[in-house]
Every structure is written in structure tokens, then in C-alpha cells.
């Protein structure tokens, strides 16, 4: 209709805004722009009923005023099917403005923003856990909480690293945290005994600093977490003494030497830590994530990176749009909530996966589950395989189901990962290298198989697979044949299996 160019010409003839149905309705129905926003209110809210009677009252009035039924029930239809999207044109402007502040600010200021954005999601582990990643894929380092370093919320250090804020550690309350950069502003924490010493235990008690230390707040300090845990008694023992002496205003009758002494004295405490081992990676990480709810400093999947590009058809973040493909991520399960089916009695399990993307949970139906639940462990990564329910087809979010589990270290171990490497035939190139590449390989007995991609340099190749070498896959023995044959001519790959 002629009378709707002025309406719909900015939006190219497609009914956008809330306010464009109000003005319809009022050049065709001719009726007020008040009872022109019942019918927006009805269209806005998705009241079907109400729609309907508004639509009906829409169409009556503007065919009586002349215009052809079919167009207005054209017309119409079209306002129905608006409600699924539409909005009004107020939003529009400022959901436009946002995004080019956040866009401009990303690309030009992108760890500033990213740190913002990780402070307002402080308390949310979800949210926290994909902007880490968002973060890491443009380049921003995350570091670990510091007792020297951070503030309460997430900062930034330098052009490309963002320091965790404090006021994100579980069992980390504002009182403490104020307490610490108090202390802190009068010159950094030497030691944990220092730190201890410095802060005041009222707030700062035993359980912020079980907190602190596994979170990796303390690592700056010159020890380990182990270290640290195992001395944690006997620094907030002396603090509080050194504490309840400054209370109470006492002056030993011996004069200030002694005092001085005594205080020396502390000092030499200060500077003992035990000689243990530290925590092992897996162990670090699983404590780590315990009190942060993600992890940070690591992360178990890291060492299988590999296999997650070679075996892994999807990330966690793809999940929630139903497929009928297969598919498989490397994850690691970080709870397990088991529950009973009402229908059969049997027990079946829900598990809550991550990745480097973010987390999901997914479901293990009891006939897998029976089969399936010796092998799920937290925090070992393993590769799922599954798919959605075709029963879930039209649902919003579906629900993964997992059909298998394969332990990611198995991988290598059965044949399904391989070492290629690539022997060119070039000027200068030792005659013997191949004897050299099998004294590396036999210096690390294992089960991996060896590939030989070969090319004589004027056309010839051949790819030839070992029957006899075969070999454990472990950082040194790559970055041996990596030093020997360039880095990328020595690679991972999928295996025959």
C-alpha cells in the first residue's frame, strides 16, 4: 500500500519496531495512537489471545474504511509474525550505540575492556569462564590472583595480562580483601609470614588464607602452595601473638634491645620454609578450581591439546543447537550429580563437562550409564561421544547424551595417535639423520607408532609407516626430533585405529 512508504521506507519494507505497528494501525484502522498501543502491548508481550482479538478489531475497521481484505489480512499476518522478533525503535538506537562503544573499546583497548567485563561477572562462574577464553583467543594473558598485585576486582597489568581480582575467591570476603591492600599500601608482602604479621586476623583468619594459597595468591612470596599450607599454623600463630603483644601495649622490662632482638628473632622464623614437594599439577589445578570454580593457572586438557584438534568435532560453547550428527568433545568432567529414573527405577547421571570454551552439563541415560560410570572421573580428560535426541529436535536446549567415553592418554596409547615426521632429501642434510631419529625414538620406549613422509625433492614421495619403531609421546622426545628435523617437519597426527 501506497500509505505505508513512509512508514516502512527506512526499513526497507519490513515491519521492525513496535512503533511502526502503531502507526499502521493508525493510517489504516484510523484509529487513536492509544488504542493503537493496546495492539502493540498485545503483539509486544506475545499474548496470543489478545493478538488475535486486536488483529480481528484491526481488520474489521480498516476494511470498512476500504482498503482490499486480502491486503489488510496480509498485512496482518505480517504484524503476527512481527511479534517473534520486534522490538521498539528507542531500544534499537541505544542496543546500536552499546554495541559500538563495547566494539570501539575491545579493538582499541581490549584488555581495559575485557577486564571490565570479567569484573561485572564476578560471582557468575559460567559467565567468568567464557570471557577467560574470549580473552585468551585475543591474545590477553590471565594471571593467577596476588597478593601484591591484585584488587578487588580483575585489573589490568601492562598492554596484554589482566591480574584475577581477589573479590573472586570463594571464602574471600570484602573485609578481608580491605584489609590486605590496607596493609599492603604501606610496601609489598615479603612472606607469607610477613603477610600474616601485616593483616589484621580478625577478618584475614585460618579460612582466607586456605583460600588465598590454593587460589595461587600467594605463589609471588618466594615458596609453593605446598610449602605454605604446611606452615600456615605457625605463621598465624607468631602474627597473632606479635598482634595481641601491639594490643596490649606491652614494653619488655629489658628495654628496646631485647625488644629489637625478639623482633629479629621473627624475622628468622620468616624466612623458613619446609623442604617438601609441591603439589602435583593435577592435584594444584583440582584445588585451584575447587576455591575459583574454573581454572586458571592451567588446565587439565593443556597437555592434550592434540587430541582435542585431532578428535574433537565440537566445543562446549557449540552445544544447545540440535543436530543429528555425531559428536565428540574433549572435556573434563568436573561433577557428577547421579540421580534415579522414576520410570525404570535404574540410576542415571548428569555431568557437568568443561572445556576451554566454557561448561555444560550433559546426560548419560542408565543403559550407558551401567556401562560407563568406572570410567568418569573428575578431572580427567577424556572424549565424549554422543549426540542430541531426535525427541529434542524442536526444543530450545537440548539436551547433549553421551554414548562413550575414551580417556584422551588412551588415545596415544592404542594406536589412534601417531608421530609423522618429514625427511626431505636436501643439500647439507646428514646421510645418517635416519639413524639419528632412531636413536631418539628408541630412548623413549612406548606404543606410539611412527609415520616417515619422505620426498627426494623432484617429485618423488612416499609415506612409510614403522613396523618396529614405535615410541612414548612425551615433550622431550618431540622437542628432540623437532631440534633434529625443524619444528615442522615433527607433528602429531590421527592414526589408523
Not at 512508504?5 to 487513536?32: C, D, F, H, P, W
Not at 562462574?125 to 577464553?133: A, E, G, L
Not at 598492554?159 to 584475577?164: A, G, S, T
Not at 592404542?414 to 645418517?432: C, D, S, T, W, Y
Request: net charge negative; aromatic share 6%.
Amino acid at each position: 500500500l501506497p500509505e505505508l512508504e513512509e512508514i516502512l521506507n527506512t526499513t526497507y519494507g519490513v515491519i521492525t519496531y513496535q512503533e511502526q505497528v502503531m502507526r499502521i494501525a493508525q493510517k489504516l484502522a484510523g484509529i487513536s495512537l492509544a488504542e493503537a498501543d493496546v495492539l502493540r502491548k498485545a503483539v509486544g508481550k506475545k499474548d496470543a489471545e489478545l493478538i488475535r482479538e486486536e488483529l480481528g478489531k484491526f481488520v474489521e475497521k480498516s476494511v470498512a474504511r476500504g482498503y482490499d481484505p486480502k491486503i489488510i489480512d496480509d498485512i496482518s499476518g505480517q504484524i503476527e509474525t512481527f511479534g517473534r522478533y520486534g522490538f521498539n525503535k528507542s531500544h534499537s538506537v541505544a542496543y546500536s550505540i552499546i554495541s559500538f562503544h563495547t566494539a570501539w573499546l575491545k579493538t582499541h583497548h581490549p584488555a581495559d575492556f575485557m577486564a571490565a567485563l570479567l569484573s561485572a561477572m564476578i560471582g557468575d562462574t559460567d559467565s567468568v569462564v567464557k570471557y577467560i577464553n574470549e580473552a585468551r583467543e585475543i591474545g590477553i594473558e590471565l594471571l593467577p590472583p596476588d597478593v601484591n598485585e591484585s584488587g578487588y576486582k580483575f585489573t589490568v597489568i601492562g598492554d596484554k595480562r589482566i591480574r584475577f581480582g581477589l573479590g573472586g575467591i570463594r571464602n574471600v570476603g570484602k573485609s578481608a580483601i580491605d584489609s590486605i591492600l590496607s596493609a599492603r599500601a604501606k610496601g609489598p608482602f615479603k612472606s607469607i609470614f610477613d603477610l600474616a604479621s601485616r593483616v589484621d586476623l580478625r577478618v584475614c583468619n585460618k579460612r582466607v588464607f586456605e583460600a588465598l594459597i590454593p587460589s595461587g595468591a600467594l605463589d609471588g612470596l618466594g615458596g609453593h602452595r605446598a610449602q605454605y599450607m604446611t606452615v600456615l599454623d605457625t605463621a598465624l600463630r607468631e602474627a597473632s601473638l606479635q598482634q595481641e603483644e601491639a594490643e596490649s601495649g606491652q614494653v619488655s622490662m629489658f628495654g628496646s634491645a631485647i625488644s629489637n632482638a625478639s623482633k629479629d628473632s621473627h624475622a628468622h622464623v620468616e624466612q623458613s620454609l619446609p623442604n617438601i614437594a609441591p603439589w602435583t599439577e593435577s592435584i594444584r589445578l583440582a584445588k585451584e578450581k575447587e576455591i575459583l570454580g574454573f581454572y586458571i593457572s592451567g588446565h587439565p586438557l593443556e597437555p592434550f591439546s592434540t587430541e582435542c584438534e585431532l578428535f574433537a568435532t565440537h566445543k562446549v560453547a557449540d552445544l544447545g543447537k540440535w543436530s543429528a550428527d555425531p559428536m565428540a568433545l574433549a572435556v573434563v568432567v568436573t561433577a557428577i550429580k547421579r540421580q534415579t529414573s522414576k520410570r525404570s527405577g535404574s540410576e542415571f547421571a548428569r555431568l557437568t563437562i568443561e572445556d576451554f570454551s566454557g561448561s555444560v552439563e550433559v546426560l548419560v541415560f542408565p543403559e550407558k550409564w551401567s556401562a560407563l560410570s568406572d570410567q568418569v572421573k573428575t578431572d580427567v580428560p577424556i572424549l565424549l561421544k554422543g549426540g542430541y535426541a531426535r525427541r529434542d529436535q524442536d526444543a530450545d536446549n537440548p539436551s547433549f547424551v553421551v554414548e562413550s567415553v575414551t580417556k584422551l592418554a588412551e588415545l596415544r596409547a592404542n594406536g589412534q595417535v601417531m608421530i609423522a615426521i618429514e625427511l626431505k632429501r636436501e643439500p647439507g642434510q646428514a646421510p645418517g639423520i635416519m639413524n639419528e631419529v632412531r636413536s631418539i625414538v628408541e630412548s623413549y620406549p612406548g606404543t606410539v607408532p611412527l609415520e616417515v613422509q619422505y620426498s627426494d625433492g623432484s617429485g618423488l614421495r612416499a609415506t612409510l609407516r614403522s613396523r618396529t619403531l614405535t615410541l612414548a609421546v612425551s615433550t622431550t622426545a618431540m622437542s628432540e626430533l623437532r631440534s633434529l628435523l625443524g619444528n615442522d617437519s615433527v607433528r602429531l597426527q590421527r592414526g589408523s585405529k
